[in-house]
Structure formats: C-alpha cells, structure tokens
C-alpha cells in the first residue's frame, strides 16, 4: 500500500480500534449482567437450566428488528449475538450438547450454530446415543437432523422423538454442501467412498456421472467416513468442510450435491419447556382410529381455529394394520389461545396424542 492511502485510512483505522474498545467494554459489562442473571437462577433452583431458547431467540428477533442495525446485516446480526449469548450463558453455567459425531458432522455445526461455541461438545455414535446421553443428564441437550429437503424424513429421529421423554426447544436449517475429499486431494488409486446413506443419495447423480465405479460404502455419519478416509488411501469420502479440516482431508470436489439447494432441518432436543417467544412452532405426533375420514376430522379443528399446519409427515405404526402415526407442526405456541384450543380438540379425538414441544421458529 502506497503512503498516501495509508494517510487516508489510519484515522479510519483509529476509530475502529476506537469503537472496537467500546463494544469490548460493553461486552465486558453485558457478561457480568448475565453472571447476576445466573446468581438470581442458581438462588431459585441450584440446578435448574441456565438456557432460555425464548428469550435468546427474543434478544436475537428485537436486534434484527431495531433501527439501530443498518448496515451490519441480520444474518451477521444473528451470527455475533449468537456467540456473545453463548459467551455469557457459558459463564452462568456451561452447556453440553450431544450430536451424532465424530467431529466435523453436519449435526455438530448445527449445534455450533444454535447454541454458539461456547459449548461443550458431546460426540455421539448414533442418533440413540444423542438421545439417551441427554436423557441421562450426561448433555443439557442433543441436536438431531429430522428432514432433508432432498431425501425426506430421517425416520430414526421420528421413531426416536414417539417414545422418548425429551421435548424439542428449537429448530436450525442448514446448507448442506458436500464434498469429495481423500487423505492428498487426488482419486488416483481410489477404488471407493465412504458417507452417510443420505448424503449418498444426496449426491448419487454426480457420482453416477463422475465417478461411476467407485463403491460406495454407507457408513454412520459423514464425519465418520471422514474419519475412515483419513487412514485408508484407497478411500475418498463424502462429508462437508468441517470434517475435511477435522480429520486433515484435502478436497477434490466441492458442492456434489445433486440439489445445489440441499437443505437439513435439525431439531434442538431436551429437557426444558420453552415459554412463548413470540413466533412459535408447535410439534406433535397423531394416530386417528382406522375408520373412513378419520385424516380429514383429524385436520379440522386446526382448520377451525386458524391455526397453519407447517408440516406433515407419517410413520407406518408397524401394527401390520396399516395404522400411521403422523408427525404435524403447527404455527403457534401451545399456551396461544387458539393452538391451546386446537390441542385439547385433537387429544380428545386422537388415538394417540403426544405433543413434541414449543420452540421459536427459526
Ligand atoms: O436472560 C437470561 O435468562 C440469561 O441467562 C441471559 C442470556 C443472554 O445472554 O442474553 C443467556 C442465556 C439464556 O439462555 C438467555 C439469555
């Protein structure tokens, strides 16, 4: 850079680090304000939660919505308070988060980004273990993929979400972009691939036209292919970036997936009841007596009481009777008026009723 410029750009520079000192003391004073926040919560139940998703998602949605923002954009709004809230829930009590691991999983950054990165990791080996680790207290909460734009369901979280005691306090989509990698960035004498049977599939056209021979190996998450990749020169894998810098891959090819738009819903499970934040969804699975219309009444009362369905989705019940659970989500808290109504209509109807959870709508 030539003198001049710098002249012109050094009393810029002198105000940025003016104001980054500002927002540091700020910052600095915010975490105290949250350390009394703990006192109060530890005072009134020395073990209670220290997280409130309502509230986090309020602070987030009340910035996004101020005057005061432009022009730092929302998304980057939602990305740094995300982290200060992380910072300062970690210094009332830390969080643990369980997540179909090893390192670099999909799941794992789904947790990063709901809860930010002052968490404590729980790598898990399957999706059974993520929830058995926050039933057992061993994590405060577990993050779950529940559907994928390309594939559909994962049906191991829905059959897992029916009989588990745990309640959903919050939802993340995310891109999913996959890659190629192996142990030197070259195919040469690899013969096949590890990854998840989703992801697999995710990506069945392109490897169908680029790589048409390679076996293709299902293995129980990507980040564990990655994993496997990392000691086995004959295999590539296919996962996203944060497992190629895990588990030290290089990458041939970026953005595989055969929908460029490729998108996982994740689900934030625990034990907590979330209040109202202002702009819920509401969860619950349904069986209807096997009977003629039985679907239709099902849905009415929603209907009647105006409130959205945002998703349905069903189960086989394996009775071998054709009988179906249905997964359904609803626009709304479970205490608003019309949702409370909605509910008390379907459990009253239903041959199963089980409400899943409210939790701010992403
Ligand atoms: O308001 C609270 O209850 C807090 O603990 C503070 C705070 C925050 O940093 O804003 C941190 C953790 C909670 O999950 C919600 C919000």
């Given at each position: 850079?030539d003198d001049?410029l710098l002249?012109?750009?050094?009393?810029?520079?002198d105000?940025?680090?003016?104001?980054?000192?500002?927002?540091?003391?700020l910052?600095?004073?915010?975490?105290r304000?949250?350390q009394a926040v703990?006192?109060?919560?530890?005072?009134?139940?020395a073990d209670?939660?220290v997280?409130?998703?309502?509230?986090e998602?309020?602070?987030?949605r009340?910035?996004?919505?101020s005057?005061h923002?432009?022009?730092?954009?929302a998304?980057?709004?939602?990305?740094?308070w995300?982290?200060?809230?992380?910072?300062?829930?970690?210094?009332?009590?830390?969080?643990t988060a369980?997540f179909?691991g090893?390192q670099?999983s999909f799941?794992?950054?789904?947790?990063f980004e709901?809860?930010g990165?002052?968490?404590?990791g729980?790598?898990?080996?399957?999706?059974?273990?993520?929830?058995?680790?926050?039933e057992s207290?061993?994590a405060?909460?577990g993050m779950?993929?529940v559907?994928?734009?390309t594939e559909?369901?994962?049906n191991?979280?829905?059959?897992?979400?029916?009989?588990s005691?745990?309640?959903?306090?919050g939802?993340?989509?995310?891109?999913i972009?996959?890659c190629?990698m192996?142990?030197?960035g070259?195919m040469?004498?690899v013969?096949?691939?590890?990854?998840?049977?989703?992801s697999?599939?995710q990506c069945?056209?392109?490897?169908g036209?680029?790589h048409p021979?390679?076996?293709?190996?299902?293995?129980?998450?990507?980040?564990?292919a990655?994993r496997l990749a990392?000691s086995d020169p004959?295999?590539?894998?296919i996962a996203?970036?944060?497992a190629?810098?895990?588990?030290k891959?290089?990458?041939?090819?970026?953005?595989?997936?055969d929908d460029p738009?490729?998108?996982?819903?994740?689900?934030?499970?625990?034990k907590?009841?979330?209040?109202?934040?202002?702009?819920?969804?509401?969860?619950l699975?349904l069986?209807?007596?096997?009977?003629?219309?039985a679907v239709?009444?099902m849905?009415?009362?929603?209907?009647?009481n105006?409130?959205?369905?945002?998703?349905f989705?069903?189960r086989?019940?394996?009775?071998?009777q054709?009988?179906?659970?249905?997964?359904?989500d609803v626009?709304g808290?479970?205490d608003?008026?019309?949702?409370?109504?909605t509910?008390?209509?379907?459990?009253?109807?239903?041959a199963?009723f089980?409400?899943?959870?409210?939790?701010p709508?992403?």
């Amino acid at each position: 850079m030539d003198d001049a410029l710098l002249a012109k750009l050094a009393p810029l520079r002198d105000r940025i680090d003016a104001i980054d000192t500002q927002i540091l003391t700020l910052l600095a004073e915010r975490a105290r304000t949250a350390q009394a926040v703990g006192d109060v919560k530890h005072a009134a139940h020395a073990d209670g939660p220290v997280l409130r998703p309502e509230r986090e998602s309020q602070v987030i949605r009340r910035l996004q919505a101020s005057e005061h923002g432009a022009p730092f954009p929302a998304d980057a709004i939602a990305a740094v308070w995300t982290e200060i809230i992380s910072a300062c829930r970690g210094l009332e009590r830390s969080l643990t988060a369980a997540f179909l691991g090893p390192q670099g999983s999909f799941s794992e950054q789904a947790a990063f980004e709901q809860f930010g990165h002052a968490i404590q990791g729980l790598a898990c080996p399957s999706f059974d273990e993520v929830f058995r680790a926050v039933e057992s207290d061993q994590a405060d909460v577990g993050m779950v993929p529940v559907e994928n734009s390309t594939e559909g369901a994962v049906n191991r979280t829905l059959d897992l979400l029916l009989t588990s005691p745990l309640r959903i306090l919050g939802e993340r989509s995310l891109v999913i972009r996959h890659c190629l990698m192996t142990r030197n960035g070259s195919m040469e004498g690899v013969t096949r691939v590890y990854s998840h049977p989703q992801s697999l599939a995710q990506c069945q056209g392109w490897l169908g036209r680029l790589h048409p021979t390679l076996e293709r190996v299902p293995v129980s998450s990507n980040a564990e292919a990655a994993r496997l990749a990392a000691s086995d020169p004959t295999a590539a894998a296919i996962a996203g970036e944060a497992a190629a810098r895990a588990w030290k891959l290089e990458i041939v090819s970026a953005g595989i997936q055969d929908d460029p738009h490729n998108r996982t819903r994740f689900l934030a499970i625990g034990k907590i009841d979330t209040l109202p934040s202002g702009r819920d969804k509401t969860s619950l699975i349904l069986a209807v007596p096997n009977r003629a219309g039985a679907v239709y009444d099902m849905l009415s009362p929603m209907a009647a009481n105006g409130v959205s369905m945002t998703r349905f989705e069903s189960r086989p019940a394996r009775t071998g009777q054709w009988e179906y659970f249905f997964y359904v989500d609803v626009q709304g808290h479970r205490d608003d008026p019309a949702v409370a109504r909605t509910l008390a209509t379907l459990e009253s109807q239903a041959a199963f009723f089980k409400v899943l959870g409210s939790y701010p709508a992403q």
